[in-house]
């Protein structure tokens, strides 16, 4: 097999388009929990603690000079980034419990009674003198 026909055969995978969907679709959803975070959620919280913004939150190490920038450690920006991951955990957290219990609800749900099936000719035969026997009686 030449290594453009294996190559083919890798890429179009059930498992590979699968999961290059679920990277874009991350992706998307992470912009989307970003802005929530950002936008939403971290302007009433800088608001409570008295108007501090946690980007801006920073450290100064050196000051800057007239051929160098200022040497900071930016751990408000480390702080926005826990805060972030925080909640895009609870956010998959939930969308796998929900998930899961849909595949509860699956299982539990009863499954159509089987039809049994046909007796073979030695059950029928049996059942024949079985029958005959108690007629006897």
Known sequence: MSMLQEFKSF??????????????????????????VEDVIMPPIGLLIGGVNFSDLAITLQEA???????????????????????IAFAIFMAVKAIN????????????????????AEERLLTEIRDLLQTKK
Do not use: C, H, R, W
């Open 11 to 36: 890429a179009v995978k059930g498992n590979v388009v699968d999961m290059a969907v679920g990277i874009i679709v991350g992706a998307a959803f992470g912009k989307i929990v970003s802005s929530l």
């Open 65 to 87: 000079t007239a051929g160098a920038a200022a040497v900071t450690v930016k751990y408000g920006k480390f702080l926005q980034t826990i805060i972030d991951f925080t909640i």
């Open 101 to 120: 219990s849909l595949k509860k609800q699956e299982e539990a749900a009863p499954a159509a009674p089987a039809v049994p099936p046909p007796p073979s």
